[in-house]
């Protein structure tokens, strides 16, 4: 309940209809694509070169081929350049879950907690056990799974010191 009360207030904080990591994806391919040169290719299709490389911007299936803009949904520096030249603001091309009207709708319901267990409804329905878990396939094991009878190899300090020999030369021995 807190968690949507705190994001709600998050929300109102906004500057502008898009979330603020969204804004901040969009100004840097604003910065990006200053670099980029765009050529008109065809209808749709826009030819963008980057450096050395060359992107190919189709505005109606909105797609390029870097694949940032499909993999995020934010316009990439490339589609950025192609809506300056068509005279088209980016953020409007943003999709809608970037949006700040969306992020209210998710935090908009509150879930009402019950407040003591007494108050929960007593069901004279079956009763559904936990399944049984399952044995994951793949190599067992090294060690040998021992009884519960079975005493257990203690490890450690005390265990090692018992096992040392004496160092010092016996009497009668040829030394």
Not at 18 to 47: H, Q, T, W
Not at 76 to 97: A, D, M, N, R, S
Not at 114 to 132: D, R
Request: aromatic residues 8%; charged residues 25%.
């Amino acid at each position: 309940m807190g968690r949507n009360i705190a994001m709600r207030q998050f929300a109102e904080t906004w500057v502008s209809d898009i979330s603020p990591m969204a804004r901040l994806v969009l100004e840097e391919n604003k910065d990006l694509a200053r670099l980029c040169e765009v050529r008109f290719n065809g209808d749709i299709g826009y030819e963008i070169l980057d450096g050395q490389y060359r992107h190919i911007v189709d505005i109606r299936k909105k797609t390029c081929t870097c694949k940032t803009w499909q993999l995020r949904d934010i316009p990439c520096q490339h589609t950025v350049l192609v809506y300056q030249h068509k005279g088209i603001e980016p953020e409007h091309e943003v999709v809608h879950w970037y949006r700040k009207e969306t992020f209210l709708k998710v935090y908009n319901h509150f879930l009402q907690p019950i407040p003591n267990m007494k108050m929960c409804p007593h069901t004279s329905g079956v009763v559904i056990e936990p399944h049984e878990p399952n044995v994951m396939p793949g190599r067992p094991p090294k060690y040998r799974r021992k009884a519960k009878n079975e005493p257990r190899k203690k490890l450690g300090w005390d265990n090692l010191k018992a096992t040392q020999a004496c160092n010092q030369a016996q009497a009668g021995s040829s030394v």
